[in-house]
């Protein structure tokens, strides 16, 4: 499986973000799909996760649970993570990731497949 992120970039505290990502070379719909952020400094960490089960099921970390939401779309092979209300700690380079089905989906472990990575930059 091959995934590309996009949608980083440079913004302002406050506004909103939406990052895409698109999944090659597997069966989208066995996968779930995960975001993962790395501040500089820090050691990358869960923001999101969605599974699919005839329906998604979606699980965000508290630091943005609120002002996030993460979707999948199956027959395109994608997955977004719309983030508001950005905060200068939200920078951070993002990750999408891809893991079979089941399991705990906040353990990075979990997921065998990683996108290159999209940086974002909240500024005050």
């Known amino acids: 499986v091959q995934l590309q992120a996009s949608g980083g970039g440079s913004v302002q505290a406050g506004g909103p973000l939406r990052l895409s990502c698109a999944a090659s070379?597997?069966?989208?719909?066995?996968?779930?799909m995960g975001w993962f952020r790395q501040a500089p400094g820090k050691e990358r960490e869960f923001v999101a996760a969605i599974s699919w089960s005839g329906g998604s099921t979606t699980q965000y970390a508290d630091s943005v649970k609120g002002r996030s939401a993460i979707s999948r779309d199956n027959a395109k092979n994608t997955v977004a993570l719309q983030i508001n209300s950005l905060k200068p700690e939200d920078t951070a380079v993002y990750y999408c990731?891809?893991?079979?089905?089941?399991?705990?989906?906040?353990?990075?472990?979990?997921?065998?497949?990683w996108g290159q990575g999209t940086q974002v930059t909240v500024s005050s």
């Open positions: 990731a891809a893991g079979p089905l089941g399991g705990v989906l906040t353990l990075e472990a979990r997921y065998d497949y």
């Open positions: 070379g597997g069966t989208f719909r066995l996968y779930n």
